[in-house]
């Protein structure tokens, strides 16, 4: 079954480390562009951080400097560092896998809830 499965959200007090991990099952993650978005109370969804396929990393100007985006293609898995964590960063976080090809669909995983509070 194609799917990411995101994990490794939690509460975490402002200024702290969250580790999220996405794994992808019958998806060969090293062909595609991978990305992390999130959805905060009452926002719209928005895109945090991308990992092309070639390389290269894309961050949000909210997160950069504080989050990373890396990926590992012999385990098919992509990860998203975050360090400095406020408040705002609260949100859903998503995994996604994006499309390569027009006739494809993206593919995002269920979600895991980042809670940052004290």
């Known amino acids: 079954q194609v799917q990411l499965v995101e994990s490794g959200g939690g509460l975490v007090q402002p200024g702290g480390t969250l580790r999220l991990s996405c794994v992808a099952s019958?998806?060969?993650?090293?062909?595609?562009?991978m990305s992390w978005h999130r959805q905060g109370p009452g926002k719209e969804r928005e895109l945090v951080a991308r990992n092309t396929r070639d390389g290269n990393v894309y961050y949000a100007d909210s997160v950069k400097g504080r989050f990373t985006i890396s990926r590992d293609n012999a385990k098919d898995m992509v990860y998203l560092q975050m360090s400095d964590l406020k408040s705002e960063d609260t949100a859903v976080y998503y995994c996604?896998?994006?499309?390569?090809?027009?006739?494809?669909?993206?593919?995002w995983g269920q979600g895991t809830q980042v809670t940052v509070s004290s």
């Open positions: 996604k896998r994006e499309k390569r090809y027009l006739w494809q669909d993206d593919i």
């Open positions: 019958e998806i060969t993650v090293s062909l595609y562009d």
